[in-house]
């Protein structure tokens, strides 16, 4: 799906496909595209994708857990050339800080506080017959009779 055909899409459909909104998308593709012209400025060659089908491939990459195999194909690009723009997008989001987590120090900072939570996952042994080789003979026996 191109990002024309994407932006096509009603609120709702474009949260379904996306899994952000679409003012999270203009935000994301503003802070890309401010990246973009200053990682431009210095040269190099112009990019295959716009900024909006860098976005959404890096969407499609975290929301449906797709490979970079099936992302270079769905846009017409190499593997490594996925790699790599999924990866920019990624750090140029974290960098820019609107969408990065908070730390540990965070956390531990908040108000907020932490419930623990224990799960007894302790590994029972399995019930079962002790093997004899009476036992196995008297099979055998039914079998044949």
């Given at each position: 799906?191109n990002?024309?055909?994407?932006?096509?899409?009603?609120?709702?459909?474009?949260?379904r496909?996306?899994?952000?909104?679409?003012?999270?998308?203009?935000?994301?593709?503003?802070?890309?595209?401010q990246?973009?012209k200053?990682?431009?400025?210095?040269?190099?060659r112009?990019n295959?994708?716009?900024?909006?089908?860098?976005?959404?491939?890096?969407?499609?990459y975290?929301?449906?857990?797709?490979?970079?195999?099936?992302?270079?194909?769905?846009?017409?690009v190499?593997?490594?050339?996925a790699?790599?723009?999924?990866?920019?997008v990624?750090?140029?989001?974290?960098?820019?800080?609107?969408?990065?987590?908070?730390?540990?120090?965070?956390?531990?900072?908040?108000?907020?506080?932490?419930?623990?939570?224990?799960?007894?996952?302790?590994?029972?042994?399995?019930?079962?017959?002790?093997?004899?080789?009476?036992?196995?003979?008297?099979?055998?026996?039914?079998?044949?009779?």
């Open positions: 799906m990002c024309d055909q994407l932006l096509r899409l009603s609120d709702d459909q474009f949260r496909s996306t899994g952000v909104l679409r003012t999270t998308f203009a935000k994301m593709e503003a802070i890309l595209s990246a973009q200053i990682k431009k400025s210095k040269g190099g112009p295959k994708l716009s900024i909006g089908q860098q976005l959404i491939m890096s969407l499609m975290w929301r449906e857990y797709r490979t970079y195999m099936h992302c270079s194909l769905s846009f017409g190499s593997e490594s050339s790699y790599k723009t999924i990866k920019w990624e750090d140029t989001l974290i960098k820019e800080g609107s969408f990065s987590l908070p730390g540990k120090k965070a956390l531990y900072a908040s108000d907020a506080p932490i419930e623990v939570i224990l799960v007894d996952a302790t590994e029972t042994p399995i019930e079962r017959p002790k093997k004899s080789r009476e036992n196995i003979i008297l099979e055998r026996r039914k079998d044949i009779l």
